[in-house]
């Protein structure tokens, strides 16, 4: 299974609302993972099984989608929240694949 | 608090080997499938093997099948990383991830970086 994310980069300002995309090639239901990664860390987990926000994520961020579509929504831009975005799909375990990233950076 | 620190990255030639160490704290290590995800410098995530808890499943990425061999001591709640025939184009910061449920990583340790050069 390939995912694609789109846009490749995302330019936007502080307090914007981002709509980030992940496109796979054929159905993952909802096993559909989000990160984040800052410059010279790990990534982080933001949502899993496409909607569910993990523990200490703030509610700014929000996963949709199911099958083959889905979206990731920061609502309001923080200043931290410039970042890259991955989304991973598991419907294949053991065999988990990355899209190459969405790269939210300042405008 | 779960903890993953990675350890054994360095400079290695091409055709030599290295082995990778994570060392997990802060929950039941045995009872989670384990990941190793690797990324090259400018590039994006690319995941390289599991093994499950009890260590019975395991599984490759096709770009390190036949060289690398993952393994884990529960015991010593320690994951590891055996690559041999290393390549130029396994430079890359390796990551331990912690899996849940076949579905998502939860926790990434910092990384080790491996640079395969001579």
């Known amino acids: 299974i390939v995912l694609t994310q789109s846009p490749a980069t995302l330019s936007l300002s502080p307090g914007e609302r981002a709509i980030l995309s992940c496109r796979a090639s054929?159905?993952?239901?909802?096993?559909l993972a989000w990160y984040q990664q800052k410059p010279g860390q790990a990534p982080r987990l933001l949502i899993s099984?496409?909607?569910n926000r993990a523990t200490g994520i703030p509610a700014r961020f929000s996963g949709s989608g199911s099958g083959t579509d889905f979206t990731l929504t920061i609502s309001s831009l923080e200043p931290e929240d410039f970042a890259v975005y991955y989304c991973?799909?598991?419907?294949?375990?053991?065999?988990?694949?990355f899209g190459p990233g969405t790269k939210v950076d300042v405008k | 608090e779960v903890q993953l620190v990675e350890s054994g990255g360095g400079l290695v030639k091409p055709g030599g080997s290295l082995r990778l160490s994570c060392a997990a704290s802060?929950?039941?290590?045995?009872?989670?499938?384990m990941n190793w995800v690797r990324q090259a410098p400018g590039t994006g995530l690319e995941w390289v093997s599991g093994?499950?808890?009890?260590?019975?499943?395991?599984s490759y990425g096709d770009s390190v099948k036949g060289r690398f061999t993952i393994s884990r001591d529960n015991a010593k709640n320690s994951l590891y990383l055996q690559m041999n025939s290393l390549r130029a184009e396994d430079t890359a910061v390796y990551y331990c991830?912690?899996?849940?449920?076949?579905?998502?990583?939860?926790?990434w340790g910092q990384g080790s970086l491996v640079i395969v050069s001579s």
């Open positions: 099984d496409a909607s």
């Open positions: 991830a912690r899996e849940i449920s076949g579905r998502y990583c939860d926790y």
């Open positions: 054929q159905s993952v239901s909802s096993y």
């Open positions: 802060g929950f039941t290590f045995s009872l989670y499938t």
């Open positions: 093994i499950t808890g009890d260590g019975n499943h395991i």
């Open positions: 991973q799909q598991c419907s294949s375990w053991p065999l988990f694949t």
